[in-house]
């Protein structure tokens, strides 16, 4: 079973409408979750990052952590053609340790 | 400006030279970290370190040297024994956040081999 993982998409949604986003991991253990957005050609930009079950909004982000199903989402509101790109899933198994990445999804939304 | 430099952003070599990509960090971040990502593999770890003088090797350190003889520094190398080293290189740093090591990435480097 890989470390984290994530549909690759694409994953295409109307202007306006909500984008949700999953992703499981597998050491029971993790402690932080992160959401990177990567644009093609470009570095990863942090987005949101959450360490507690429930729910974490800034803007039209929300991200979702079950500890329990270990799974964590993003949703984003109101989407724009400017969010399309590809969302890393990154998951911090214990502290002093690397960060693992998913293989992203590919969101494009359409105008 | 706080923020994590790389350099050169393209970079072209032949095969059988060894090429170094610079990274440069004016955060205050112990950790620096550097990943490869090529297309549809996502970002894969090559090397880490946690202080100065220290650092480990990631999933895929082989061909690849590193060096951490500043805080604001972590020089990555590629050497002629990396069988295919034409990807996309980022350079990361990070802090210890409120729970977590919320890490921050470069702009990156492409390099080619040919």
């Known amino acids: 079973q890989k470390e984290v993982e994530q549909n690759s998409g694409p994953l295409s949604v109307p202007e306006g409408a909500i984008a949700s986003l999953n992703c499981t991991y597998s050491?029971?253990?993790?402690?932080?979750f992160f959401w990177y957005r990567q644009y093609s050609g470009k570095s990863p930009e942090l987005i949101m990052s959450i360490y507690s079950n429930g729910d974490k909004e800034d803007g039209r982000f929300t991200a979702q952590l079950n500890k329990a199903s270990q799974y964590v989402s993003l949703l984003i509101r109101d989407s724009q053609p400017s969010d399309s790109a590809t969302y890393l899933c990154a998951v911090n198994r214990r502290r002093g340790t690397p960060l693992v990445f998913g293989k992203g999804t590919r969101l494009s939304v359409i105008a | 400006d706080g923020g994590i430099t790389q350099s050169p952003k393209y970079l072209f070599r032949k095969e059988g030279q060894n090429v170094t990509l610079s990274c440069e960090q004016n955060?205050?971040?112990?950790?620096m970290y550097w990943y490869r990502q090529d297309p549809g593999q996502g970002l894969r770890l090559i090397y880490y370190?946690?202080?100065?003088?220290?650092?480990q090797k990631g999933d895929i350190a082989e061909g690849y040297s590193v060096s951490r003889e500043k805080k604001e520094s972590f020089p990555l190398t590629v050497t002629s024994a990396q069988k295919n080293p034409t990807a996309f290189y980022l350079c990361?740093?990070?802090?210890?956040?409120?729970?977590?090591?919320?890490?921050?990435f470069g702009p990156g480097t492409r390099l080619t081999v040919t």
């Open positions: 050491d029971r253990g993790s402690q932080s």
């Open positions: 370190s946690q202080i100065v003088n220290d650092f």
């Open positions: 955060l205050n971040h112990d950790a």
């Open positions: 990361a740093s990070s802090t210890r956040g409120t729970g977590g090591y919320e890490q921050y």
